[in-house]
């Protein structure tokens, strides 16, 4: 029983390294997800804006 005690331990350290792995490629997708998504709504709103500006004749 002390060596499975043992084994546990060892894969604690490593459990909590790819937990925090997790959490930061997921916080990294989702700040290049906000940037993505701002980036396409400003081209868009450009684009809006080009067919407004050359609607005005």
């Known amino acids: 029983m002390t060596e499975a005690v043992r084994s ?17 490629r997921r916080r990294q997708m989702l700040v290049r997800a906000s940037i ?3 980036g396409t709504h400003l081209f868009a709103g450009f684009v809006i804006l080009l067919f407004a500006l050359g609607n005005r004749h």
């Open 8 to 24: 546990d331990a060892g894969t604690g350290a490593v459990r909590s390294s790819a937990v925090r792995d997790e959490k930061s």
């Open 36 to 38: 993505y998504i701002a």
